[in-house]
């Protein structure tokens, strides 16, 4: 299985919901808040589909594949877009593209930043790929992979997340 920035920003909000992806125990389909952020993408994706352009990476880290799908590369300004349909500014988004961005560097593609859009919020975020950022993130690929073939799911949360995750139901199903 490839690690990609997804597996990385549900590594950063609950080890539970990470083990629960990769193990394709998935609803995100039957979630509005997923649909309403897949109309966000798409209305971006028309608006940006002739400007910037679309790439998937791959890279083999210690044994570990690696991938992920950019959908809005600016190669002239190096710059990665990212939009998300979240009301809030999330610390697991700025992994899911640190992650972008050092997958970049290890196929030798210059990158500058990303930016993350909050259309919701009006906002922008950048991000900055720092030396200490690569440190975290060859741990986290490790502990990712340890993590998801744990034949044991990793408990329930019990946080304020959980009121706004795909799983909600799943997690708190026998209360
Ligand atoms: S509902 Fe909470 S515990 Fe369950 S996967 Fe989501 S964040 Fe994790």
Redesign the pocket.
């Known amino acids: 299985m490839n690690i990609t920035g997804t597996h990385i920003n549900y590594y950063r909000?609950?080890p539970?919901?990470l083990w629960?992806f990769a193990n394709e125990i998935q609803m995100e389909q039957t979630s509005n808040i997923v649909a309403d952020g897949k109309v966000i993408e798409e209305e971006s994706y028309l608006q940006r589909s002739e400007k910037y352009t679309q790439i998937q990476l791959f890279h083999d880290y210690n044994g570990i594949p690696l991938s992920g799908k950019l959908d809005f590369f600016d190669i002239k300004n190096k710059i990665i877009h990212e939009t998300k349909r979240s009301n809030k500014v999330e610390d697991a988004h700025i992994w899911q593209v640190k992650f972008y961005l050092w997958l970049l560097q290890l196929n030798d593609i210059e990158a500058e930043k990303g930016v993350i859009e909050y259309p919701k919020l009006r906002k922008t975020e950048e991000v900055i790929l720092k030396s200490e950022d690569i440190t975290y993130l060859e741990k986290a690929v490790v502990e990712i992979i340890g993590l998801i073939h744990n034949d044991r799911c990793p408990p329930?949360?019990n946080?304020k997340?959980?009121k706004s995750?795909s799983?909600?139901d799943?997690?708190?199903a026998q209360e």
């Open positions: 909000l609950c539970r919901k629960l329930v949360l946080a997340i959980c995750c799983y909600y799943f997690c708190y």
